[in-house]
């Protein structure tokens, strides 16, 4: 199974960042989701394909930080819910029917469509205050395990607000 996830960045990232799974930039997942491999190693580019339209159009989007909560076991993460905005709430439930059509497995499939709770978990001392607001200027695939390791995360794709056209990481 290939692990990847749809977030929009609140923090500036750059095509192909590489950085340790402890250590994520700010972001608001959209979709976590596993396909086979029998979707093919060009997943990434189906998926980029699907995707581009909605992301495209939800670009440049403000949200804004709503309360507090706990999520996950017990309640033991600290996270900044997001209030409801339509085009955010859309640009997921695209990404689900897009996830879907390459036969992916949601991994929260009790989180997602009408029970989606956009959220930014706090990190390492950061997160935003209630009433804050933050553009929706960074939307990414990102590989949960990049080569099959899972100490590091990989942005696959990057769609900036300025640039508008998906972003490739760069060859090693």
Do not use: C
């Not at 960042?17 to 972001?27: A, K």
């Not at 403000?62 to 999520?71: I, K, N, S």
């Not at 819910?81 to 879907?100: F, K, T, W």
Request: charged share 25%; no cysteine.
């Amino acid at each position: 199974m290939r692990n990847l996830i749809w977030v929009a960045f609140t923090e500036p990232v750059s095509p192909g960042l590489v950085f340790p799974r402890s250590d994520w930039p700010l972001h608001i997942t959209l979709l976590r989701f596993d396909v086979g491999t029998e979707a093919g190693a060009d997943v990434a580019d189906v998926l980029a394909d699907l995707a581009e339209a909605p992301v495209k159009g939800a670009l440049g989007t403000q949200l804004t930080v709503g309360d507090e909560a706990g999520f996950g076991h017990m309640g033991s993460i600290p996270v900044s819910l997001i209030d409801h905005n339509p085009l955010l709430q859309g640009l997921h439930e695209e990404i689900v029917e897009a996830a879907n059509s390459v036969g992916g497995r949601i991994a929260t499939p009790n989180y997602v469509l009408d029970h989606y709770r956009p959220h930014i978990s706090h990190h390492d001392g950061k997160r935003p205050k209630s009433g804050d607001v933050v553009v929706l200027d960074q939307v990414a695939l990102v590989d949960m395990a990049p080569e099959g390791d899972h100490t590091i995360r990989r942005i696959l794709r990057l769609w900036t607000r300025e640039a508008q056209e998906p972003e490739e990481r760069q060859s090693a």
